[in-house]
């Protein structure tokens, strides 16, 4: 099949006959490359999120960039001679492509196609494939659109698992050619990080040696050595050393050494105990060249080592183990044993003593005759001291099942499946061969060869089949086989039944081999109690990741305890680690499972109160350090065992709810769902600030809407008022000002009701705000400063120094600069006495603004930095406010070049802010300075988005200037689509320090 899709490179698609890879911007295109990676299944709107942002450096509403981003690219796959389709379900995306379109899986394909050739000793086919995978295919560096640290880490592992294994395959084919000088020369061209590994190192010595080039070799061989043991690879130095010393002795021998073929036992004494092969084994090929390569020797020999392949439950360890056992089985002449210890199974777990029982009667020694133990073990050691044999130790439970079996059989060659690690045995000297799902191609490939022709008819269901399946092969088998039981019924049906969790858990029936959820449950059954307690209590929380912090208050014991946990369920892979060694991951499957089993569990609720305090707690300490002096939301102790985040400044505070987001949200929508109204009611108000700092308004205002439902649900006035005036004050900097006023209005009724002054006051701060931003500084003075009485009276000094910072606002706006002079310094001496960081930097900011009115140029720079020092990583409104001054201040200057810097950067945090009016002042501002330079087509664009910005909130004023400013160019440009998105989805920047 023609590849239509590149990303390995620039992302490219082929439209008319020829790859084109200006098709759309960046984000687009950064998000087609994850769609085409996991082409034919869904991809959530979470994960997208993960992979195309750094971790709080999404925009605000992700979602919502992504249905721009989704609407160009469909724009561009319009183009293409057969365009697919990106269907969008259930909260993810899905691109209906067949992989083999795709480079990166047409890679894979080619190089599997060459190990195959290469294996059979057709070295020529070998290299064509290998080189047109990596010359033709990989263009450049994969997905470069992408800027998640998912994406950084998952292009690591590509270059490391698939381009080093391609490149390394290449020139093992090459020299087998004697094409030494071409492996060489490709050397050459390599990275140089990719050069100095040891596998390139070992490939160059050896082409160098093939070539004749001792000398070369030597001076080369001395030089690495060096290089490894200054970097204090020692392991790696004298591995290097073992492989110069062969080489050299083939050379003093004038031969390649060949494995001795050792005359084998007599047949009587040869055992043959591996099950049958797998009939309809599919794909694997890179796992079945890693265990070739790891189970010889330098010389070519079988070598005596321990292989453990390790993975998912029903991922297929067996099958692989036994493929490859019956395809070297020709290596091992003295014999091939198996045994299943049932480590994880029905029935009871082997015992060592089993297993030499066995393993002897196979021998030919009736293990009756020998005794005790000790002395069996003894005699199996004797037997198998001569000659390589190949052991698999199939379902092993744990190292201790193994860890004196394995003394007897040190001259073998051991290969062990666990859903355990194992790392017992790793520090051992055993090799991990990780199991990964079976890839998209694979699992078609194994659907097609079943189902026949129904998979071809019912193409795109059957795409649905293999994706819902998720590369476990247990589910594959299962589903496999009941189409294949049900011929009449359309595929579809059974992808739609497969989107049920449930129905996914339940299928196989009971049968340990072929039911879900029993395989699930022996990985269960043999944790210790206390890491399925650990699980279970994982069930209980509805967000994508957990923390270390969160597990330890879920289980109410020491955070390095639960850590040690959380790494033996890592082990057993019931958890994974795919962005960081402090957050854990649950599988889709393996989520449910653990849900089942906290909707069971006698400690679901306690667990769950435990889950909401930890938030609720670390919240409000997050709540403290980044506004100390607002009034505090009164909650209840925590559940004994809850520890939450402490945070030493506010931007540790800010970074740990920019990470945690997701599950904040989704903590609130499950506890909304389940009616926990207490911490519905509460989490908005803690969370809600900080995250419009953050950019993501629209989360504060879906958590406060939940809060107005619980608060009215539960009957509590003041925590329903307190909600209406929070949304009105996000609603107010969304600039939507009827719905402000009606929030806040309801708010006002309702502290009125019960009687609250403070409650009453902060409404009017609110309500003076809105007056000021709809035009009436005048109306907004005479509210401000009855509020200003009212918390002077009540001593609430935190929000008086707010007010203050207010009043000046309000005053500099109606051209009163005396009167806001002396509130903005007012405001700035009660921030420091109280240490309001927040209220200092908007103050300094207010004086700034003054300063420059009045032509105090100096004065207004200096205040601008001062307000940049303290707002940096803490709230993107501010900060665009004071780079908006800030290139206001270098236009009076006259330094275009700096004013035209900080106007960019005020827009960035403008739309960082989703402050739409923000954004058309800096959008406005550029435009002029832009055109001051005769740039005036990136000027007229300019103001053609700042016209529709200032139309869509309402300010006709600055609207009519544009228009005129726009009648000074003539021929206006029309402006692209993907321009504008800015407006509806703008991107959000959480900086660091």
Same mark, same amino acid.
């Given at each position: ?295 010889? *020797?330098?010389?070519? @020999?079988? $070598?005596? +080592?321990?292989? =453990? ?6 991922? #297929? &360890?067996?099958? /692989? ?102 790392? *017992?045995?790793?520090? @051992?000297? $055993?090799? +991990?061969?990780? =199991? ?6 694979? #699992? &078609?490939?194994? /659907? ?113 305890? =639960? ?431």
């Amino acid at each position: 099949m023609e590849i239509n899709y590149r990303i390995l490179g620039a992302p490219a698609l082929r439209i008319r006959g020829r790859f084109e890879q200006e098709w759309a911007q960046s984000k687009p295109r950064g998000m087609l490359s994850v769609l085409l990676l996991r082409a034919r299944r869904p991809v959530p709107v979470a994960e997208l999120t993960d992979w195309m942002w750094p971790v709080g450096k999404a925009p605000d509403d992700p979602a919502g960039a992504l249905v721009t981003y989704r609407k160009r690219i469909v724009h561009a796959l319009e183009r293409m001679d057969a365009p697919p389709r990106i269907r969008y379900r259930d909260g993810s995306y899905q691109l209906d492509v067949d992989r083999e379109e795709i480079d990166f899986h047409e890679f894979g394909r080619r190089v599997d196609t060459a190990r195959a050739a290469a294996r059979d000793g057709d070295h020529a086919s070998a290299v064509r494939e290998l080189a047109s995978a990596i010359d033709d295919l990989w263009t450049g560096t994969p997905v470069p659109d992408l800027h998640g640290d998912r994406a950084a880490n998952w292009r690591q592992m590509v270059v490391s698992e698939s381009l080093v294994p391609a490149h390394s395959a290449l020139f093992t084919s090459l020299g087998a050619l004697g094409e030494h000088g071409q492996v060489l020369r490709r050397l050459a061209d390599l990275p140089v990080e990719l050069r100095q590994s040891l596998t390139m190192v070992k490939h160059r010595l050896a082409a160098q040696h093939g070539a004749h080039r001792f000398h070369e070799a030597h001076s080369y061989y001395l030089d690495q050595r060096k290089r490894l043991r200054d970097d204090g690879s020692l392991d790696e130095a004298d591995e290097l050393t073992r492989f110069q010393n062969e080489l050299r002795a083939r050379h003093h021998e004038h031969r390649v050494t060949v494995s001795a073929r050792v005359p084998p036992p007599r047949a009587a004494e040869v055992p043959h105990l591996l099950p049958h092969d797998v009939t309809d084994f599919t794909g694997r090929e890179t796992l079945l060249q890693h265990l070739d390569r790891i189970t010889v *020797d330098a010389t070519g @020999r079988p $070598a005596a +080592t321990i292989a =453990v392949l390790a993975g998912d439950p029903g991922v #297929g &360890k067996t099958a /692989l183990a036994v493929h490859w056992a019956h395809l070297a089985a020709s290596r091992y002449q003295c014999g091939r044993l198996y045994h299943d210890l049932n480590g994880f199974g029905e029935g009871p777990v082997a015992h060592e003593s089993d297993v030499v029982n066995d393993f002897l009667t196979a021998l030919g020694v009736t293990a009756e005759s020998v005794s005790p133990l000790s002395a069996r073990k003894a005699r199996l050691r004797g037997l198998l001291s001569g000659q390589r044999a190949l052991v698999v130790l199939d379902n092993v439970r744990d190292h201790d099942q193994i860890r004196h079996l394995l003394d007897c059989l040190s001259n073998c060659t051991v290969l062990v499946t666990s859903r355990s690690r194992l790392p *017992d045995l790793v520090r @051992r000297g $055993a090799s +991990t061969v990780p =199991v990964q799902p079976l890839t998209y191609t694979e #699992g &078609k490939a194994w /659907l097609a060869k079943w189902v026949g022709q129904r998979a071809s008819a019912e193409a795109a269901a059957a795409s649905d089949l293999v994706a819902l399946c998720g590369g476990n092969a247990l589910i594959l088998k299962i589903v496999i086989e009941r189409t294949r039981s049900r011929p009449g019924v359309a595929l579809a049906e059974f992808a739609d039944e497969l989107r049920d969790e449930h129905t996914m858990l339940g299928l196989g029936g009971r049968g340990p081999e072929s039911s879900v959820r029993a395989a699930l449950g022996w990985s269960y059954h043999a944790m210790s109690p206390a890491e399925q307690r650990l699980f279970r209590l994982l069930g209980t929380h509805p967000g994508p990741d957990v923390s270390i912090d969160l597990a330890a208050s879920l289980a109410a014991q020491d955070r390095k305890d =639960v850590q040690r946990k959380l790494e033996a369920l890592v082990d057993f892979h019931m958890l994974s680690q795919p962005e960081s060694l402090t957050r854990y991951r649950l599988h889709d499957l393996l989520r449910r499972y653990a849900r089942e089993l906290a909707a069971a569990s006698d400690e679901r609720q306690a667990a769950v109160r435990r889950l909401l305090d930890f938030y609720l707690t670390s919240s409000q300490n997050a709540d403290r350090v980044t506004a100390p002096n607002r009034v505090p939301v009164a909650i209840a102790p925590p559940s004994v065992g809850v520890v939450p985040v402490e945070f030493a400044d506010p931007d540790s505070a800010m970074r740990w709810v920019a990470r945690e987001r997701a599950n904040i949200n989704a903590v609130m929508g499950y506890a909304s769902d389940n009616g926990l109204h207490e911490f519905v009611m509460k989490m908005p108000s803690m969370v809600g600030e900080i995250f419009q700092r953050l950019g993501h308004r629209d989360d504060a205002i879906a958590g406060l809407r939940m809060s107005i439902q619980s608060g009215r649900l539960a009957g509590d006035v003041y925590e329903e008022a307190c909600a209406w005036g929070n949304l009105g004050f996000h609603q107010l900097a969304a600039r939507e000002f009827e719905a402000a006023r009606d929030s806040l209005v309801k708010a006002r009724a309702m502290f009125e009701h019960i009687d609250d002054p403070i409650g009453i006051a902060v409404t009017d701060l609110k309500v003076g705000r809105l007056a000021l931003e709809q035009g009436d500084a005048g109306r907004a003075v005479e509210i401000q400063l009855s509020v200003l009485r009212t918390f002077r009276q009540l001593r609430s000094t935190g929000e008086e120094a707010v007010t203050l910072y207010r009043l000046a606002q309000s005053y500099r706006r109606m051209g009163n600069l005396t009167e806001a002079t002396t509130y903005a310094r007012a405001a700035l001496r009660l921030a420091e006495q109280l240490g309001a960081d927040h209220t200092k930097g908007c103050a300094f900011t207010e004086l700034a603004e003054i300063h420059l009115e009045r032509g105090e140029l100096t004065e207004a720079k200096a205040c601008c930095e001062r307000a940049l020092r303290i707002h940096e990583n803490s709230d993107s409104n501010q900060m665009g406010t004071i780079h908006l001054t800030l290139a206001h201040v270098h236009v009076n200057m006259g330094n275009t070049a700096d004013a035209e810097l900080c106007a960019r950067r005020a827009l960035t945090y403008y739309r960082s802010s989703h402050d739409i009016s923000g954004q058309a002042k800096a959008q406005r501002v550029l435009a002029e300075l832009l055109h001051g330079q005769a740039r005036h087509e990136e000027a007229a664009e300019l103001w053609a988005l700042a016209l529709s910005s200032f139309e869509a909130i309402g300010n006709q004023r600055a609207a009519t200037d544009i228009r005129e400013r726009l009648t000074e160019i003539p021929a206006a440009p029309s402006i692209p689509a993907d321009r504008t998105e800015s407006i509806q989805h703008p991107s959000a920047w959480y900086r660091s320090v």
